[in-house]
DNA sequence: AAGAAATGCAACCGCTTATAT
DNA sequence: TATATAAGCGGTTGCATTTCT
């Protein structure tokens, strides 16, 4: 027996919200707040919907700061370097993108981004080795515009012995992690993350999966040879320090984390099979490869592909077969 | 100019997760 | 601890608009 419907979708009005609706939500939750109850507010706001429908018109459409539009580059850097990172975990993405809803990010980059990205890669593919393209320079090469320094959460690098460091605004997310850490896995995070690590080669092959944790760097090389260390690796512990920093040890290996920015170290960045990512000071240096997210171009069409692997909807339709010479 | 095809995006569906009891 | 319910989330759909033939 299924759950029941959260409303009487016989007595609902569906489909498209008219201006007058849009005006009663907002005057309804400016003024009153949403209540936490998502389900009893369409009822007291005298409209004639679902309560999912009136959060998703909310938080896609009517809440304030919501910045509809083009997005920049250093929009395109962040959507891109994290769906290489975490996959199509558009909530996490959109925490980073102020005013970016998840619902515009993922529309943006079904409809967009990808063919963008892979656009780049049919006008290249004649000029260079698959791997020489790393997404940074893609991202770069698709813009008219150069930027040498992002103003975004993130930075990004294509040099050696540089890293993908969360630092500003993405400490948000350091906090945010942590909670998330504490054992709820998502099973299809982690088929997304196996899956990848079956599909990546060359530069990716410096990550791997270990209970539910995705882990760039060649930790499985610090293990004996012989593998039974490994198993010491594969328990993740946590505990809270105070002033929002704790340590995480996993395995044999400690690594502390803080809401306030890493303190020494290298910064490293780890995801777990949650979806949360988080910046670290390794204590112990050598155990990380470098470049853990210098993806290249064909990592990310992997990564697309694999993503629709059993769908119709593969990043081009069967029918455009312009790209798909390109690429078979 | 008209019809077909492609595109973009708002909204829905149903599953998972979190929380209350 | 188990169960029920609401919220959150990602995938998908449907339709209006734009572009192509």
Redesign the pocket.
């Known amino acids: 027996m ?3 419907p ?1 409303c009487d ?1 016989a007595n609902v ?5 008219s201006p007058e609706e849009d005006a009663k939500l907002k005057d309804y939750i400016e003024n009153q707040g ?1 209540g ?6 369409p009822q007291k706001a005298g409209l004639k ?5 009136c ?3 909310w ?3 009517l809440r304030p700061n919501i910045k ?1 539009g083009e997005f920049s580059e250093d929009e395109d850097k962040i959507i891109c370097s994290l769906f290489a990172s975490i ?6 993405i ?1 925490a980073q993108l102020p005013g970016r809803t ?3 990010i ?3 980059w ?3 981004l990808k ?1 963008k990205l892979m656009g780049f890669s049919f006008i290249h593919s004649a000029q260079r080795k698959p791997h020489q393209a790393t997404l940074l320079s893609v991202l770069q090469n698709s813009s008219s515009s150069s930027s040498s320094s992002l103003s975004s959460p993130l930075s990004f690098s294509n040099s050696s012995n540089s890293y993908y460091t969360p630092h500003g605004s993405f400490t948000d997310s350091v906090s945010y992690s942590s ?2 850490l504490s054992g ?5 995070a982690n088929s997304i993350f196996q899956t990848h690590q079956e599909s990546f080669m060359g530069p990716m092959q410096n990550y791997q999966v270990k209970d539910g944790v995705l882990m760039f760097g060649s930790e499985a090389s610090c293990s004996s040879s012989d593998g039974s260390s490994n198993n010491q690796i594969n328990r993740v512990k946590e505990a809270e320090h105070g002033n929002g920093t704790f340590v995480q040890q996993i395995g044999v290996h400690d690594y502390l984390y803080s809401t306030s920015g890493v303190e020494e170290g290298t910064q490293k960045l780890m995801v777990s099979s ?2 949360s990512i988080s910046g670290w000071t390794e204590r112990q240096s050598g155990l990380w490869a470098e470049n853990p997210l210098d993806y290249g171009l064909e990592e990310i069409k992997q990564l697309i592909s694999t ?2 692997c059993n ?1 119709n ?1 593969f990043l081009f ?1 069967e ?2 077969t312009e790209e798909r010479v390109v690429y078979y």
């Open positions: 299924g759950r029941a959260c979708k009005k569906r489909g498209p919200w949403t936490g109850n998502w389900i009893a507010l919907r679902c309560g999912k429908s959060r998703l018109r938080l896609n459409y509809h996959g199509s975990r558009w909530s996490i959109a998840d619902n515009d993922k529309n943006y079904n409809t967009k063919k909670s998330l709820n896995s998502s099973a299809s949650a979806g993503n629709n769908a909807s339709d029918n455009k």
